[in-house]
């Protein structure tokens, strides 16, 4: 409190003190003032001649005389009346003021004050940011939202609504709930209280007849002008995208399966194979990430298992499970610049579709 009152005082003196300064001179108004100052009298009693010179003398010694120009100043009159008066303000006084004015206002325009930055030995060379320091600020996994799509139609979503939607898809990625169950509760959290609406609607994406028009009819470009049921639909379908490109069904002996992913700070590039070695007589799950920055690979197999590989700058990594049990569901875990929120996939293991 005695604080704020200190800084209020502050800000009033230097406002006043700058008024003051850029106010017109009491220089000009004090000549015809001095010319008008002589004590009136009737018309019959004029002053001898000798206390009329005695008064110019005076006012001509206090107009040559400027007070700054010595380092210090005795006031002639100290103990008695000053020698002319303008009202009740001593003309001595508006004239010192004046001077005092225009003598602050030339040392302030001769020597104007400077920025930090302009003065002679300013460090001009910032100390290097480590980059986690401001990729900590940002989402860093939502910017692959904007590549997430549904057949030829873009989801227009905000970047506080996919950041919620990438973190409760994350959670549910593993569970074994039913696929509508699952798209409802990754976006009901933005919908409370409206759990029918969305489970009439999760049951129409996931078979497909979603109707298009309703969204390419009005043209819904923004998230924040679309109708409820608008939001509750470009919501049901982003999460469904997104729950599909954080999961890896790996069939065995079959095709590699590839995921991009982009990032605040580049893309990652995750590759998963599942297979039988030629040397080996089981099955193996290789899965490799090219890594745009510092970070690591967790692979995860309940409790019993756990690998993880690390790199200290951009680069590839890689790891590997031996004999993974078929039908196995694994959790696969990308960290960049030691973030506190990773990026989970789940990796599906299958057996050969073929077979």
């Known amino acids: 409190?005695?604080?704020?009152?200190?800084?209020?005082?502050?800000?009033?003196?230097?406002?006043?003190?700058?008024?003051?300064?850029?106010?017109?001179?009491?220089?000009?108004?004090?000549?015809?003032?001095?010319?008008?100052?002589?004590?009136v009298v009737?018309?019959?009693?004029?002053?001898?001649?000798?206390?009329?010179?005695?008064?110019?003398?005076?006012?001509?010694?206090?107009?040559?005389?400027?007070?700054l120009d010595s380092e210090e100043i005795d006031f002639p009159y100290y103990n008695e009346s000053p020698p002319t008066t303008l009202g009740e303000v001593p003309t001595v006084y508006n004239r010192f003021e004046s001077?005092?004015?225009?003598?602050?206002?030339?040392?302030?325009?001769?020597?104007?004050?400077?920025?930090?930055?302009?003065?002679?030995?300013?460090?001009?060379?910032y100390p290097?940011?480590?980059?986690?320091?401001?990729?900590?600020?940002?989402?860093?996994?939502?910017?692959?939202?904007?590549?997430?799509?549904w057949r030829n139609l873009s989801i227009p979503l905000t970047?506080?609504?996919?950041?919620?939607?990438?973190?409760?898809?994350?959670?549910?990625?593993?569970?074994?709930?039913?696929?509508?169950?699952?798209?409802?509760?990754?976006?009901?959290?933005?919908?409370?209280?409206?759990s029918q609406s969305l489970n009439n609607l999760a049951g129409l994406v996931l078979v497909g007849q979603t109707r298009d028009g309703e969204l390419m009819s009005s043209r819904v470009t923004d998230y924040n002008t679309a109708t409820p049921r608008q939001q509750?639909?470009?919501?049901?379908?982003?999460?469904?995208?997104i729950l599909a490109s954080l999961t890896l069904t790996c069939h065995l002996n079959e095709s590699v399966v590839r995921r991009e992913w982009e990032?605040?700070?580049?893309?990652?590039?995750?590759e998963a194979e599942y297979s039988i070695p030629k040397d080996r007589s089981s099955a193996c799950l290789r899965i490799k990430g090219q890594l745009?920055?510092?970070?690591?690979?967790?692979?995860?197999?309940?409790?019993?298992?756990?690998?993880?590989?690390?790199c200290s700058e951009p680069g590839t990594l890689s790891v590997e499970l031996f004999a993974p049990k078929p039908d196995q569901k694994l959790q696969l875990t990308i960290n960049l610049l030691n973030g506190e929120e990773p990026l989970n996939f789940a990796v599906c293991l299958q057996p050969n579709s073929k077979s």
């Open 42 to 67: 009737e018309e019959n009693q004029k002053p001898p001649n000798e206390d009329r010179l005695a008064k110019i003398r005076v006012e001509e010694e206090w107009e040559e005389l400027d007070p």
């Open 232 to 241: 509750m639909l470009l919501s049901l379908l982003a999460a469904k995208e």
């Open 263 to 270: 990032t605040a700070v580049g893309w990652i590039n995750i």
């Open 1 to 39: 409190m005695m604080n704020n009152e200190t800084n209020k005082e502050v800000e009033t003196f230097e406002k006043n003190f700058f008024d003051w300064l850029l106010s017109k001179p009491n220089s000009e108004e004090i000549s015809p003032a001095l010319a008008s100052s002589s004590p």
């Open 292 to 310: 745009p920055a510092a970070g690591s690979l967790k692979l995860q197999g309940g409790e019993s298992y756990e690998t993880t590989a690390q």
């Open 99 to 125: 001077l005092l004015q225009k003598r602050l206002k030339a040392e302030i325009e001769a020597k104007l004050p400077l920025f930090p930055w302009e003065e002679s030995g300013y460090d001009t060379d």
């Open 128 to 149: 290097d940011v480590e980059t986690q320091n401001w990729v900590s600020q940002i989402p860093l996994w939502v910017s692959q939202m904007k590549n997430i799509r």
């Open 159 to 194: 970047d506080s609504v996919a950041y919620q939607l990438l973190k409760s898809c994350q959670e549910i990625v593993q569970s074994d709930l039913l696929p509508g169950k699952r798209l409802v509760e990754a976006v009901e959290n933005l919908f409370p209280g409206q």
